[in-house]
């Protein structure tokens, strides 16, 4: 059937209208028609997901403590509880995140208590709702419930979602709210293209110049909302804040030019900029703010009133001295907080041994050893090593360098909005650390890359599959294909299983899997 055409239009042999050809261009391919099996996938998924996400979740520990960075935020959590929603502990001096994410880390504090379970908890729960997730992004993207169902077996079997899902640390709940915000956009892109469709049927997409109003869009709020959550889990979430709403705002252009207005750009500016920047820009900066409840409420916050000692000691505080005294605090506190980030830098001798730079995250080169014990006696032998490891599990990590050629490749020759949103979220993780090359850093900030890396391989694998009017020979050859591919990250995941959750396994085990001399 041919683009636009109706099974009217085919029965009387007319040629289809412009409007239903305009239609289709904004609402096709259409979804799949198979929700109930789509939605009995996507909970088939999760709850296997969250099986392997909570299994022996306490363990490891440091003799009943946190490892690894797990130290300064599970501690900071556990004050968050204590005392009301707020860290008590200037003392310690690493206060330099935002406390959303300890806040999350509380909460199965407060249910399971002060131990591995307990500090681990949220960050399972969010790393098995990202398989939920996942699963309906991809098909929404692909159109087919067979390729979103890939895409929730790859993220299952991704080391680095199941490690830092199995760690008391922020970055998970990062890629969590990012992976939200993501899916909302999209729900809003096919929504907006669906009310357009609707206009042009109607026959007044076109009476004004810039075209019609599209009405409240719930979904960009919502992703707004998750990037504003994003945000107050950890500071880099504001570079997804600005990648998404230029993102939208492309795609509002898109849709403009695809229903047939005159002036899409000038539409866009003129109808949906504003309230971009009200969900977009807006309604993060007070979620953030929301997040820090806690802090305004309390009296022994850190630098709870370093607005107030400054203004009695008669320094004043610039432009901002406006604000209210709690603002004002919040706002010098930020400043010394972004200080000490910008700092942190490598330092000429006594590196930490597992810190890397940001062009060896695509492909995992140099992973990082969160706990090591190597005289456990629990593999059968005199002598074992049991250690967790965060490792990108090669079958998906060592193919993102082709997999973001193949996406600039399809985004920029075929114009394919799915890559082109894929790769913004890739790169969004990932650039913004190139720009000063001397800080600190570690493979786990690339915890959000994981899930677009995995939507991207699922976009790529839906080319080798092939369409459903393919032929039974190519669709056979493209569904062997796949199938082996699957099988290959899976088999990949199991052996790595050991070292991603601290088995105990001999020594020779633990030299075969470190398959790189960057790993040890």
Known sequence: MALGESDDSRATGRRPSDAEVIQARLTSPPMPTDRLRGWLVTAFLAVLGGIVRFQNLGF?????????????????????????????????????????????????????????????????????????????????????????????????????????????????FLAFFVLVAFGCLLLDRDQVRARLAITVAEGWATESACGPRLGFRWWRLGAGVALGLACGSKWSGIFYVAAFGLLTVLWDISARRAAGVAFPWWGTIRRDVLPALWALLAVPVLVYLATWWGWFASETGIDRHLAGEAAASGWHTGWYDVLPQALRSLWQYSGNVLQFHENLNTPATGQHPWESKPWTWPMGLRPMLYYYDGGTTRCGESSCVSATMLIGTPALWWLALPMLAWGLWRMIARLDWRYAAVLVAYLTGLLPWFTNLDRQMYFFYATPLSAFLVLGLVLGLGHILGRARDGYERRGTGLLVVALYVGLVVANFIWLWPVLNGDSITNWRWQAELWLPSWK
């Not at 009943?64 to 509880?81: M, N, R, S």
């Not at 009301?84 to 994410?101: A, K, Q, R, S, W």
């Not at 999350?104 to 504090?109: C, D, Q, T």
Request: some cysteine; proline content about 5%; overall charge neutral.
């Open 60 to 172: 490891p520990t440091d003799r009943g403590t946190p490892v690894f960075d797990e130290k300064h935020y599970v501690p900071q959590a556990w004050e968050i509880l204590r005392n009301g929603g707020v860290e008590d502990n200037p003392g310690f001096e690493l206060t330099v995140h935002p406390p959303l994410g300890k806040q999350l880390i509380a909460v199965g504090e407060w249910l399971f208590g002060y131990n591995g379970w307990g500090w681990r908890f949220t960050a399972a729960l969010c790393s098995a709702l990202m398989i939920l997730l996942i699963v309906r992004i991809a098909r929404r993207l692909t159109r087919s419930t067979l390729l979103g169902a890939i895409a929730g077996v790859l993220l299952i079997c991704d080391g680095v979602n199941h490690v830092q899902g199995r760690m008391g640390m922020l970055d998970i």
